[in-house]
């Protein structure tokens, strides 16, 4: 634990994180998420400007197969999701079932306890004996029953917990990118039929083309070719749209 604190905070994007600091203070989550939330409220959606992995940089793609699998993701977290509930459900009766029975169990031993006393009292040592055995057993069972429901409790709620998390987190991720892919082909198709539109008009300055493009190329190139004039239409509506490519492409 100590070697991972170490590293955390000497990755640029954590050292400082507020986000960071908060979920080390709070040891409760509720606690913790209620204290994110001025932080969260506060934060702007931050721009993908280069994506990085351990091999360095790396280029925003979006293909079929990574589609897929974003869905195929969503569908996955969604199952798996509904399953925990359900089992953690399962788990609650399961635990009231567990604790009554080994309750039923003491209490049978305690009578047989009982029953051993009277026999005591009027010297039938073989059925005091049986007693005392049936009592002792009952009473070993039901120690046996707590101390594996209690082995079971102890690293299934815990998986339960954190694969919940593991889903949720999925979840928002898989949302996240609906939600980029939406804006994304939403402008990008706006914008596309809007240049369609300008460029049978024929009119350069609703093109609003920088300067240097009206120099490189001829007008008769820039109002016939549709191959170079759209990419350099509308520029600021244009990067608007690349910006959303990157979002999309990162999620």
Known sequence: IETFFKYLFQVPELKGCELVEKFLENGDRKDF????????????????????HQGGKTKTLIKAELIAFSKNAESFASNDRRCLDELYAVNRELT????????????????????????????????????????????????????????????????????????????????????????????????????????????????KLPVEEKTTFDQTTLMHNKRITFPKMLPEETHEVEKLFLKYGYY
């Open 96 to 207: 009231g079932l567990f604790d009554q029975t080994t309750k039923k169990l003491r209490s049978a031993s305690v009578l047989f306890g009982s029953l051993s006393s009277n026999a005591k009292t009027i010297q039938r040592k073989r059925l005091q004996q049986i007693y005392e055995i049936i009592e002792n057993a009952l009473m070993e069972w039901a120690s046996l029953m707590e101390g594996q429901w209690e082995k079971f409790q102890s690293n299934f709620t815990d998986y339960l917990k954190y694969y919940i998390f593991e889903c949720e987190s999925m979840l928002e991720l898989t949302k996240n990118c609906s939600q980029a892919e939406k804006e994304y082909l939403t402008l990008e198709n706006e914008l596309a039929f809007k240049k369609h539109r300008f460029f049978e008009v024929k009119d350069l300055d609703k093109w």
């Open 33 to 52: 998420l209620k204290s994110i939330v001025p932080i969260l409220k506060g934060k702007k959606q931050e721009e993908v400007s280069e994506m990085i």
